[in-house]
């Protein structure tokens, strides 16, 4: 059946929207839908269809196919970092809407790479998944408290049953009034590993039940905490715990930021370390959440935790000879594996970035991703901040006709 029959069958109330693939393949049900819903909506979606993503390759990752949206991808780099796993350049590749973005963090770029480079570390693997159980009160919050504690083993063993790939790292337990949160932690290797903890956690949870009087209300109790800021994940971690810093010499502050060594400290003294807390930040930046955001859209992250991604702290001192900046993301949640990692446009950029699929040892790619996303956050706080000692901002925005 084509296209426009599937189409009249919906318009007639003989077919849903959803229903289509199951009466023609991917690449015409999705054509069915946007005669459809562009009718009704007396609209065009010429350009929506235009796509050379096959829809077949878009199974696992959206439903209710209707065609893609094009966002402009730039470079930043080559910006040069020494990682845990590895030491490189890399190209970062940004997908964006946002003028002037890729500009500031090439400059960033220029300045991490004239001072010699980057270092940066993952400092954590921990997805986690946080279920709620209901309890009478407090003295039975307290035995499952106890119980938990006495049987992490026991916990680990069936949560692990349940994938080749994940380990349960970290397990804590909460009692609040009649409930008791347990937030568990997985070292998910090269995935970034939601589904696996979730997994994971259901089969732990019940263990639990059938060992203890506790009763499941939600394998998601929101103490995980996904999607959401939360302070939790600002001290814990989610995901990956990763810091950058560079050390950068006075004359090279001077000549790419255009402003002293201590301008700029003083400068983040005040924006990012004050100004965030009196305005009561969970993120303690100047834009960290911009190249979180583009370097999620460009290589296939799951766009909705950049609102974790971007909960970060830039430092900054002028030492002797020096500029000393970092920047320290505490949840990045970043895979190279599943997900939209899979998509062509998505598995080119993490090759561009040579992290493309499982790493060896397994993680390791994963790894190098965060270090270099957080190492590219660093070249936009660099490049923001000297922007702003300098007060150049505006002008700079005016001269790319932003």
Same mark, same amino acid.
């Given at each position: 059946?084509?296209?426009a029959?599937?189409?009249?069958?919906v318009?007639?109330?003989?077919?849903?929207?959803?229903e289509?693939?199951?009466?023609?393949?991917p690449?015409?049900?999705?054509?069915?839908?946007r005669?459809?819903?562009?009718?009704e909506?007396?609209?065009?979606?010429?350009?929506v269809g235009?796509s050379?993503l096959?829809a077949?390759?878009?199974e696992s990752?959206?439903?209710?196919?209707?065609?893609?949206?094009e966002?402009?991808?730039?470079?930043?780099?080559?910006?040069?970092?020494?990682?845990?796993?590895?030491e490189?350049?890399?190209?970062?590749?940004?997908?964006?809407?946002?003028?002037?973005?890729?500009?500031?963090?090439?400059?960033?770029?220029?300045?991490i790479?004239?001072?010699?480079?980057?270092?940066?570390?993952?400092?954590?693997?921990?997805?986690?998944?946080?279920?709620?159980?209901?309890?009478?009160?407090v003295?039975?919050a307290?035995?499952?408290?106890?119980?938990?504690?006495?049987?992490?083993?026991?916990?680990?063993s069936?949560?692990?049953?349940?994938?080749?790939?994940?380990?349960?790292?970290?397990?804590?337990?909460?009692?609040?009034?009649?409930?008791?949160?347990?937030r568990?932690?997985?070292?998910?290797?090269?995935a970034?590993?939601?589904?696996?903890?979730?997994?994971?956690?259901?089969e732990?949870?019940?263990?639990?039940?059938?060992?203890t009087?506790a009763?499941?209300?939600?394998?998601?109790?929101?103490?995980?905490?996904?999607k959401?800021?939360a =302070? %939790?994940n600002? &001290?814990?971690? !989610?995901g990956?715990?990763?810091? $950058?810093? +560079?050390?950068?010499?006075?004359?090279? *502050?001077?000549?790419?930021?255009?402003?002293?060594?201590?301008?700029?400290?003083?400068l983040?003294?005040?924006?990012?370390?004050?100004?965030?807390?009196?305005?009561?930040?969970?993120?303690f930046?100047a834009?960290?959440?911009?190249?979180?955001?583009a370097?999620f859209?460009?290589?296939?992250?799951?766009?909705?935790?950049?609102?974790?991604?971007?909960? =970060? %702290?830039?430092? &900054?001192?002028? !030492?002797?000879?020096?500029?000393y $900046?970092? +920047?320290?993301?505490?949840?990045?949640? *970043?895979?190279?594996?599943?997900g939209?990692?899979?998509?062509?446009?998505?598995?080119?950029?993490?090759?561009l970035?040579?992290?493309?699929?499982?790493?060896?040892?397994?993680?390791?790619n994963?790894?190098?991703l965060?270090?270099?996303?957080?190492?590219?956050?660093?070249?936009?706080?660099?490049?923001?901040?000297?922007?702003?000692?300098?007060?150049?901002?505006?002008?700079?925005?005016?001269?790319?006709?932003?």
């Amino acid at each position: 059946m084509n296209a426009a029959d599937l189409a009249e069958r919906v318009r007639e109330g003989d077919l849903r929207l959803h229903e289509l693939e199951s009466h023609a393949d991917p690449e015409t049900a999705a054509a069915a839908r946007r005669r459809v819903v562009a009718n009704e909506a007396g609209t065009s979606l010429d350009s929506v269809g235009e796509s050379h993503l096959a829809a077949a390759d878009t199974e696992s990752t959206i439903e209710n196919l209707v065609g893609t949206v094009e966002i402009p991808i730039g470079v930043a780099g080559p910006v040069p970092v020494a990682g845990g796993e590895r030491e490189a350049e890399h190209y970062l590749p940004l997908a964006t809407t946002e003028g002037a973005l890729v500009a500031s963090v090439n400059r960033g770029c220029s300045v991490i790479r004239a001072a010699g480079g980057a270092d940066a570390r993952v400092t954590k693997r921990a997805m986690t998944r946080a279920p709620v159980f209901r309890v009478d009160g407090v003295v039975e919050a307290e035995a499952v408290v106890g119980w938990v504690r006495d049987h992490e083993t026991d916990l680990a063993s069936a949560a692990e049953s349940t994938t080749s790939h994940g380990e349960l790292v970290d397990l804590t337990p909460y009692a609040v009034g009649d409930s008791v949160f347990l937030r568990f932690g997985y070292d998910t290797k090269d995935a970034m590993g939601m589904n696996m903890a979730t997994i994971a956690t259901r089969e732990a949870c019940d263990v639990v039940e059938s060992e203890t009087p506790a009763e499941l209300v939600a394998l998601s109790g929101n103490l995980c905490t996904d999607k959401k800021p939360a =302070a %939790i994940n600002a &001290v814990e971690g !989610r995901g990956r715990s990763v810091v $950058a810093d +560079v050390a950068i010499p006075n004359e090279v *502050v001077e000549e790419r930021l255009h402003a002293t060594p201590e301008a700029v400290a003083e400068l983040n003294t005040r924006k990012n370390l004050v100004g965030s807390a009196k305005a009561g930040s969970l993120g303690f930046n100047a834009q960290a959440a911009n190249v979180v955001a583009a370097a999620f859209l460009a290589t296939g992250q799951d766009a909705a935790q950049v609102v974790e991604g971007s909960n =970060a %702290i830039t430092t &900054v001192a002028a !030492r002797e000879d020096e500029l000393y $900046a970092s +920047v320290s993301l505490a949840s990045l949640e *970043v895979g190279t594996v599943g997900g939209g990692t899979k998509l062509p446009t998505q598995a080119e950029a993490l090759s561009l970035l040579g992290v493309r699929g499982g790493g060896s040892p397994p993680g390791s790619n994963a790894d190098a991703l965060a270090e270099v996303i957080a190492a590219g956050a660093l070249a936009g706080e660099l490049s923001l901040l000297g922007a702003l000692a300098s007060r150049h901002l505006s002008s700079a925005h005016a001269d790319l006709g932003r």
